[in-house]
């Protein structure tokens, strides 16, 4: 009786073993870069892949919800897997640095997810839950255009040179287009650091700037400041909706920007700009 009753134990500890590996080598699921910030960034630059940092804590609903259904959807893993490095950082574990990476990239509001070039470049950030679909359409946006070849060793161009040949386009012709994202009207003025804005998005891009204002002008018909800001020796450009006179105005446009958007707003005191 006592063997039996020792045999279903075992059994029973190998079948929730057995479930376990399986679960936690999904191969649909993300996986997740396991050493540091540095080493991350040194593995990004070599196999020149851009990388996305996940900051959640604990506590954070949205970020269990994210790790249930969207971190395991065999797209985007897919996507993550092939073309980024993709990296997990527990803003609650101070022991392990943790807080302070969370503090360094100015993180407040779980989860936020931030993309870097594979040269540690700031990208993008996004934060609030995010679906599937979100989550794909925001990485593959810097998926090819960001990534870098891996360093080779430099070749010395031993190729005779080339006379060029004159242009047979003929007088008053337009040259050929090239890439372009095309023309964008400013309307550019300084403005007083003093009212209330809503931080939509922080970006190294000067590109994704331009595209983040459109929208907002397009969607919310508002006015539209850009803070220039400086993270170690990169330029990052702040985008803000305002200025406000009171902070409920503010959160009024937040909620807009919401519904419109689906993202959610930083509140700031345009006193700190």
Same mark, same amino acid.
């Given at each position: 009786?006592?063997?039996?009753?020792?045999?279903?134990?075992?059994?029973?500890?190998?079948? +929730?073993?057995?479930?376990?590996?399986?679960?936690?080598?999904?191969?649909?699921?993300?996986? /997740?870069? #396991? %050493?540091?910030?540095? !080493?991350?960034?040194?593995?990004?630059?070599?196999?020149?892949? =851009?990388?996305?940092?996940?900051?959640?804590?604990? /506590? @954070?609903? $949205? @970020?269990?919800?994210?790790?249930?259904?969207?971190?395991?959807?065999? %797209?985007?893993?897919?996507?993550?897997?092939?073309?980024?490095?993709?990296? #997990?950082?527990?803003?609650?574990?101070?022991?392990?640095?943790?807080?302070?990476?969370?503090?360094?990239?100015?993180?407040?509001? +779980?989860?936020?997810?931030?993309?870097?070039?594979?040269?540690?470049?700031?990208?993008?950030?996004?934060?609030?839950?995010?679906?599937?679909?979100?989550?794909? *359409?925001?990485?593959?946006?810097?998926?090819?255009?960001?990534? *870098? $070849?891996?360093?080779?060793?430099?070749? &010395?161009?031993?190729?005779?040179?080339?006379?060029?040949? =004159?242009?047979?386009?003929?007088?008053?012709?337009?040259?050929?287009? *090239?890439?372009?994202?095309?023309?964008?009207?400013?309307?550019?003025?300084?403005?007083?650091? !003093?009212?209330?804005?809503?931080?939509?998005?922080?970006?190294?891009?000067?590109?994704?700037?331009? #595209?983040?204002?459109?929208?907002?002008?397009?969607?919310?018909?508002?006015?539209?400041?850009?803070?220039?800001?400086?993270?170690?020796?990169?330029? &990052?450009?702040?985008?803000?909706?305002?200025?406000?006179?009171?902070?409920?105005?503010?959160?009024?446009?937040?909620?807009? +920007?919401?519904?419109?958007? %689906?993202?959610?707003?930083?509140?700031?005191?345009?006193?700190?700009?």
């Amino acid at each position: 009786m006592k063997y039996t009753w020792l045999k279903r134990q075992n059994l029973f500890f190998l079948l +929730f073993v057995s479930s376990y590996c399986l679960y936690a080598n999904d191969p649909q699921a993300i996986t /997740w870069f #396991k %050493g540091s910030l540095e !080493q991350l960034k040194i593995s990004a630059k070599r196999e020149g892949k =851009p990388y996305f940092m996940v900051f959640y804590t604990n /506590w @954070c609903t $949205p @970020c269990q919800d994210m790790d249930e259904s969207v971190f395991i959807e065999s %797209g985007l893993s897919q996507m993550a897997n092939q073309h980024f490095i993709a990296y #997990k950082v527990n803003s609650d574990e101070s022991n392990r640095g943790g807080e302070d990476i969370a503090r360094a990239y100015d993180v407040l509001f +779980f989860p936020t997810i931030i993309v870097f070039s594979s040269q540690g470049e700031l990208l993008e950030r996004r934060s609030g839950f995010l679906s599937a679909g979100e989550m794909k *359409t925001l990485l593959a946006s810097h998926a090819v255009k960001n990534t *870098t $070849p891996p360093r080779t060793p430099e070749v &010395v161009d031993i190729t005779p040179a080339i006379t060029p040949v =004159p242009s047979t386009r003929p007088p008053g012709e337009a040259p050929a287009k *090239t890439g372009s994202d095309g023309l964008y009207q400013f309307n550019l003025s300084r403005m007083p650091s !003093q009212g209330y804005g809503l931080q939509v998005g922080v970006y190294a891009d000067y590109r994704n700037v331009l #595209k983040e204002v459109e929208i907002i002008q397009q969607q919310m018909n508002q006015p539209v400041l850009v803070n220039i800001n400086q993270l170690g020796n990169r330029a &990052v450009f702040k985008v803000l909706i305002g200025p406000f006179e009171s902070s409920g105005d503010a959160e009024e446009s937040g909620k807009m +920007f919401k519904a419109k958007t %689906g993202r959610d707003g930083l509140l700031v005191s345009l006193t700190n700009y």
